[in-house]
């Protein structure tokens, strides 16, 4: 585990914004750089991840097949293959759930080196409805071996965590986020490690772990609740997949009660993964804040954090209930 | 090749097909059941592509310039290993543990523990969009080998070689070689019957391949459509196979219930009597 305190308190009015997607975009770009065996391959979504610089600059290393998810992904599983390094891009609930299996049989059964950037998913797109909503794909993806799961925090988490993806082991499968700027949290110089979390606030009474666009209202929530006499340390689980069991451990051990926060359904997402890990490990009480296995409603994205308590508020109130059992 | 060359390769190629379906009913025999009729329908093809155009080292199964070939149809697997193990990429007697606990042979091929596999297969429709990425890849990396994928003809229901094959006439992608197995029959019955895929080769060059129909079975019919790829500069290639599925063994002989079947003594003794006197 990694300790990185981000501004405290952290005031998301005037801090500097970037969309997580559009710092993947960079990133892929910085590696076509790089690496000339680096390709991008999207279906259609050039522009939502992004990476039209890349089409632009590498126009041969650049593929957009249309829509077509399964063959996309099957496209990048056989470039894999040959020695090349596909980093794929779009729409995170067509990747994630039309190109299942594609990603299961030819990239993960395979064990070959692929990227998929998935944007807008969660809630971000939150107008969308559910056909475009991607709250049941940490819980898909988790279930397959050889299958990274990460949830960046901010756009500087993003831009690391799709650097360190390519020449990882299998496929890794990046949950990005959608239109709305989200506030950027590190400094350039923090330490980003597949599959290691970083506490980004100490506390004593209770963790809260939190994943992708929810940290920072974890951070918030922690300072809100350290003016009422509440210590509560924040982990920012970043990879779901392979989890920081120690680190899950550790916070069980030293603080007694876990809150997971998640943009996605509670089954089978981050909340699940840290009950299984800290019934086997050190069981305390977990209450896991996301969807409560529903389809989410439709509306302006704050609308729909508040009303799934993924706002500092709606956390901080799921600490108090849960410090008060 | 002069005439007389040419009759020796062909005679060479029919007795190594023959060696071939004796081994893929051996080898079912061994795990007592399997794909009888899809793998027979593709042995011609298999060994036309193993024994006189793929350029691959047994010696060195993962030679980054050697041809690959995806096998789209990868409930043929029984077929595969025994051509694999034929052309030396591993003994023979392996294929006796056929299906058996942690055996690298079964009835799907895969490609991490079978010397010679390029890909895992088994999941229909995932094969072109695989085979289409090597090509692309080859392309790009500037290598010469090419990309061969057998696909079924129950298989064309899958929507996503549909995809492949829009996005490969799109990319010009003129060193990716399909053949399809056009045996007619699925697990459930006649394609006819169960899922029209016809006009096939309409469809084929609708999406824009350079497609020839040929005898599946016919070896000079074989190596000379597999010989002329591409057909046209610019364009994806197709060849439609018209096979029989059972091809060698009457009683299998386009027969619904022979997709998977039980293998006995009884049967491979009466399929090695039939393949003998075939010669």
């Avoid at chain 1, 993806?165 to 110089?189: A, I, K, N, Q, W």
Wanted: include cysteine; hydrophobic fraction near 40%.
């Amino acid at each position: 585990m990694a300790v990185s305190t981000i501004g405290t308190p952290f005031d998301p009015s005037t801090c500097q914004r970037e969309p997580t997607r559009l710092a993947f975009g960079r990133a892929v770009v910085d590696l076509g750089e790089r690496d000339p065996k680096v390709v991008f391959l999207t279906a259609d979504g050039a522009l939502p991840t992004g990476t039209a610089e890349f089409f632009k600059r590498f126009p041969e290393r650049a593929f957009n097949v249309g829509i077509a998810e399964q063959n996309l992904i099957g496209i990048a599983a056989g470039m894999a293959t040959c020695g090349l390094k596909p980093i794929v891009g779009g729409y995170a609930p067509f990747l994630a759930f039309r190109a299942f299996e594609q990603v299961r049989n030819d990239i993960a059964y395979t064990k070959q080196s692929v990227t998929i950037g998935g944007v807008y998913s969660g809630i971000s797109l939150a107008t969308g409805g559910s056909t475009h909503h991607t709250t049941e794909d940490i819980a898909s993806f988790r279930a397959v071996a050889n299958v990274t799961v990460i949830s960046p925090a901010d756009a500087r988490e993003a831009y690391k965590a799709t650097i360190a993806s390519v020449g990882h082991p299998g496929c890794v499968f990046l949950r990005l986020g959608g239109r709305t700027p989200e506030p950027v949290l590190y400094t350039e110089d923090y330490d980003f490690q597949i599959g290691k979390a970083i506490q980004i606030r100490d506390g004593k009474d209770a963790t809260i772990i939190a994943t992708g666009p929810t940290v920072v209202y974890a951070a918030i929530a922690s300072d809100l609740l350290r003016e009422e006499g509440l210590s509560v340390r924040v982990l920012n689980m970043h990879t779901v997949k392979p989890l920081d069991e120690e680190a899950i451990e550790r916070a069980a051990r030293e603080t007694g009660r876990i809150l997971t926060v998640e943009e996605h359904n509670v089954l089978g997402g981050l909340g699940g993964a840290v009950a299984e890990t800290v019934t086997s490990r050190h069981p305390v009480p977990v209450k896991r804040v996301g969807i409560q296995d529903i389809f989410a409603s439709i509306g302006p994205l704050q609308g729909l954090q508040e009303k799934y308590g993924l706002t500092h508020e709606g956390i901080a109130t799921a600490v108090k209930e849960l410090v008060s059992t | 090749m002069t005439g007389e060359s040419r009759q020796e390769t062909l005679a060479m190629l029919r007795r190594q097909a023959r060696v071939i379906r004796q081994q893929v009913m051996t080898t079912l025999l061994a795990a007592g059941s399997g794909h009888v009729g899809g793998s027979l329908s593709v042995v011609d093809i298999l060994t036309a592509l193993y024994f006189h155009i793929m350029r691959v080292d047994p010696k060195n199964p993962k030679w980054p310039d050697r041809d690959r070939f995806v096998l789209s149809k990868g409930h043929a697997s029984a077929a595969l290993c025994p051509t694999l193990a034929e052309r030396g990429f591993f003994p023979k007697e392996l294929l006796d543990t056929f299906n058996r606990l942690d055996s690298p042979f079964s009835m799907h091929p895969d490609m991490l523990k079978i010397p010679g596999a390029d890909t895992s297969t088994g999941s229909l429709g995932h094969g072109l969009p695989i085979a289409l990425g090597m090509a692309l890849a080859a392309r790009l990396q500037k290598k010469r080998y090419r990309t061969y994928v057998l696909l079924g003809d129950g298989e064309m229901n899958e929507g996503s070689n549909w995809e492949a094959a829009m996005a490969a006439a799109h990319f010009k992608a003129d060193n990716l070689y399909a053949i399809v197995d056009r045996n007619r029959l699925q697990v459930d019955g006649f394609t006819r019957d169960i899922m029209s895929v016809e006009p096939l080769a309409d469809k084929w060059r609708a999406f824009g391949w350079a497609v020839r129909e040929i005898d599946g079975h016919d070896m000079g019919a074989i190596i000379d459509a597999i010989a002329a790829f591409p057909f046209e500069a610019g364009k994806p290639s197709v060849i439609i196979a018209n096979t029989i599925k059972g091809k060698g063994l009457p009683f299998a002989e386009n027969q619904v219930g022979f997709h998977y079947h039980d293998v006995d003594g009884e049967m491979v003794k009466e399929s090695l009597a039939v393949l003998e006197s075939s010669e």
